[in-house]
């Protein structure tokens, strides 16, 4: 059974920083391109980042580009997701997702974690 894990998530300041992790089991996590997308209230869920199976291609949205970095450790199974210079139109519940490519659409990834929460307050 394939589980993604979510943490760091929590409540900053504008201006600040969280580092979310997402911790993935239950098959091959190198095999695998990873996800990060959000959701704000009563907005739909969007995408952050992507990146490929081996790390080397990274994708972002335009609202978060030079601000946020994915990146992975495939040893760890894990993926994370570096936030810097967080705005309040930042607060989403964040989600990581698994799937065959790195693409900025959600329906491509077949596994998706409970989500962590990011509140950033102005």
């Known amino acids: 059974q394939v589980q993604l894990v979510e943490s760091g998530g929590g409540l900053v300041q504008a201006g600040g920083s969280l580092r979310l992790s997402c911790a993935a089991s239950?098959?091959?996590?190198?095999?695998?391109?990873m996800g990060w997308f959000r959701q704000a209230p009563g907005k739909e869920r969007e995408f952050v980042a992507a990146?490929?199976?081996?790390?080397?291609?990274?994708y972002y949205a335009d609202s978060v580009k030079g601000r946020f970095t994915i990146s992975r450790d495939n040893a760890k199974n894990t993926v994370y997701l570096q936030m810097n210079s967080l705005k309040p139109e930042d607060t989403a519940v964040y989600y990581c997702a698994s799937g065959q490519w790195p693409t900025i659409t959600a329906g491509v990834y077949d596994y998706w974690g409970q989500g962590t929460q990011v509140t950033v307050s102005s």
């Open positions: 239950g098959r091959t996590f190198s095999r695998y391109a």
């Open positions: 990146i490929s199976r081996s790390g080397v291609g990274t």
